[in-house]
Every structure is written in structure tokens, then in C-alpha cells.
């Protein structure tokens, strides 16, 4: 039993950490860009409201017909993840540029510096901590959903909480439920020190 929980444990960090660093990479750009251009970045927006809205039963539903992106396995509950961890990610990073005082963006221009250059040197360092908490969001939502995603053969702790309901064995369950719970919590605190980290 505990050899089963240690691997489902690795399984599950494999897929949450492939997921929200897929969601860094898109996430972040993606709010840099509704910064640049708002009416787009509005559009955008409302648009992964609307995904963060679709229960994670239905988006695996959604997409396990797809081809390429669906199925039955690891790849549908990753790309679950990633598109419910990109709202915090993205929201946070607009959050974070928006909230810079306008005065140390223009002695940024006054210096010379050009837009790429202000973007990382000044917006995106500031910014830092606001980040760090939609990470910290994601990877804690992320956590918890991917115990969802064994209903589609995605693996991870969820397997044995589904395996517990099945058979009614409430130790199965808690073998699945407290390392998932543990990790959420984990999550949370590194985040919550890189936060003030960032932040000093």
C-alpha cells in the first residue's frame, strides 16, 4: 500500500508541475499582452472566465474526443489543468503590471529604455509577487482537480479515491485524499514564500 500512494504521490506532483509550467510559460505572455492591448486583453479574458466556469467533469468529457489533445490518460487531465490554471496566472500578471506606479514607468522611458526592455527589467521584476500568487492559486486548484482526472485514466492520487468509492473502503480513500491534501498545502506555503520573497 504505501509503495502504491508513493508512486500515485509522484505521479500526481509529475502531472500538476508539467501543468502549471505550461501555464507559466503561456500564462504570463498571455497577460503581458492584454496589458499592451486592453481591448484584446478584455476578449481574452472573458474567454477564460468561461473555461474556468465548465465543471472538470465536463471539460474531460470535452475533451477526450478531441483528437491529438483528448483521449483517455495522462495527456487529457494535463491539458485539463492547464487551461483551469491559466486564469489565476493570467489574471494575477495583469493585476501585477497594472498595479506598477505609473512614475516608475516613466522614468523607465525617460531613461531610454524601450518597451522590451521596461517590460523586463522594471514591469515584469515588479510584478513578481502578484505572479507568484496566481501560481500559487493554480498549483493549489491544480492539485485538486487532478484527482478528478483518474476518472479518465489520468492517474495519480485520484486513483485510489476512486478505487476507495468504488470498493467503500474508507482507507483507500484517505490513502488518496490526505498525500493530495498534504501537497495542496505544500504548494501553498513554498508560494506563499516566494510571494514575500519577491515582495522584500
Known amino acids: 500500500m504505501t509503495s502504491e500512494i508513493l508512486r500515485a504521490t509522484a505521479q500526481h506532483v509529475m502531472i500538476v ?3 502549471v509550467i505550461v501555464a507559466a510559460a503561456a500564462g504570463i505572455p498571455i497577460g503581458v499582452l492584454c496589458v499592451r492591448h486592453p ?4 476578449v481574452v479574458l472573458r474567454v477564460i472566465d468561461i473555461v474556468q466556469t465548465i465543471p472538470s467533469l465536463a471539460m474531460f468529457g470535452f475533451l477526450i474526443p478531441l483528437p491529438l489533445l483528448g483521449g483517455i490518460g ?3 487531465a494535463i491539458i485539463a489543468l492547464i ?3 491559466l486564469l489565476p496566472i493570467v489574471r494575477n500578471t495583469v493585476t501585477g503590471i497594472n498595479g506598477i506606479d505609473p512614475l516608475v514607468r516613466e522614468a523607465a522611458i525617460v ?3 524601450t518597451d522590451n526592455q521596461r517590460l523586463a527589467r522594471v514591469e515584469l521584476p515588479l510584478a513578481l509577487p502578484s505572479i507568484f500568487g496566481g501560481l500559487r492559486i493554480a498549483t493549489v486548484i491544480a492539485i485538486g482537480v487532478a484527482t478528478i482526472g483518474a476518472a479518465v485514466g489520468g ?6 479515491i476512486f478505487r476507495g468509492v468504488a470498493m467503500v473502503d474508507t482507507t483507500r480513500i ?6 493530495a491534501a ?3 498545502l505544500v504548494a501553498d506555503l513554498v508560494f506563499a514564500w516566494l510571494e514575500r520573497l519577491a515582495s522584500s
Do not use: H, Q
Request: net charge positive; hydrophobic share 50%.
Open 182 to 184: 498534504g501537497l495542496a
Open 83 to 85: 487551461l483551469y490554471s
Open 39 to 42: 481591448r484584446t486583453g478584455r
Open 17 to 19: 508541475a508539467v501543468a
Open 74 to 76: 495522462v495527456r487529457t
Open 174 to 179: 484517505l490513502a488518496g485524499a490526505l498525500p
Open 111 to 113: 531613461l531610454g529604455m
Open 155 to 160: 492517474g495519480g492520487l485520484g486513483t485510489l
